[in-house]
Every structure is written in structure tokens, then in C-alpha cells.
């Protein structure tokens, strides 16, 4: 079992980056593929990124391609989600993810 807990939302403008960061506790974190995932108001939690147990193997929504950069450092039982050109409708609770275990979420918000 893995616990999770997100940190570094906030608020920033369009245009602007932000990186969370994931701190897991518990069991082996290196044994788990990790992912983060979003939830906008009023809309059904969505797949943002995830990345393998190895860390060399990433995949991303195609909303965030290319602007999102997901990452793990398992020495530092911590996960990475790096924002650059974020969007209005990048606006959302982000939850970490591994296994069954969910972080308690960090909001983003993106202003026009």
C-alpha cells in the first residue's frame, strides 16, 4: 500500500508553468506505475499522465501533450507533473494515483 500526497497548485495565469509534486509514503514506491489524473468542476475525473515503474516509459492525454512533462525521482519516493503553457481549461483538482491509492488532490487554477 502506498500513501500520496500532492502539493505546488495554486493560481497562475495562461501562459504560465507550475510543477506538482507527489510524495508517497508506505510500500515500495519504485514497484508502481504512477499517473496523475484531473477533475474540473462539474465534470468527471480525467487521465492527465502517467509514467511506468521504471521511469522510461511516459504517456499523456492529448490535451496536455507537449505541454505536460511527468516524471519520477524513486530515490525520493516523489512524482512530478510539470505544467508549461498552461490553459484556462487546465483548471482542476490533480490527484496523484498509484494502484488502488489516490492522493487527496491539489487545485490548479489557470486565469485568462
Known amino acids: 500500500q502506498v500513501q500520496l500526497v500532492e502539493s505546488g497548485g495554486g493560481l497562475v495565469q495562461a501562459g504560465g508553468s507550475l510543477r506538482l509534486s507527489c510524495a508517497a509514503s508506505?510500500?515500495?514506491?519504485?514497484?508502481?506505475?504512477l499517473g496523475w489524473f484531473r477533475q474540473a468542476p462539474g465534470k468527471e475525473r480525467e487521465f492527465v499522465a502517467r509514467?511506468?515503474?521504471?521511469?522510461?516509459?511516459?504517456y499523456y492525454a492529448d490535451s496536455v501533450k507537449g505541454r505536460f512533462t511527468i516524471s519520477r525521482d524513486n530515490a525520493k519516493n516523489t512524482l512530478y507533473l510539470q505544467m508549461n503553457s498552461l490553459k484556462p481549461e487546465d483548471t482542476a483538482v490533480y490527484y496523484c494515483n498509484g494502484g488502488s491509492e489516490w492522493g487527496q488532490g491539489t487545485q490548479v487554477t489557470v486565469s485568462s
Open positions: 509514467i511506468l515503474w521504471s521511469g522510461g516509459v511516459t
Open positions: 508506505g510500500r515500495t514506491f519504485s514497484n508502481y506505475d
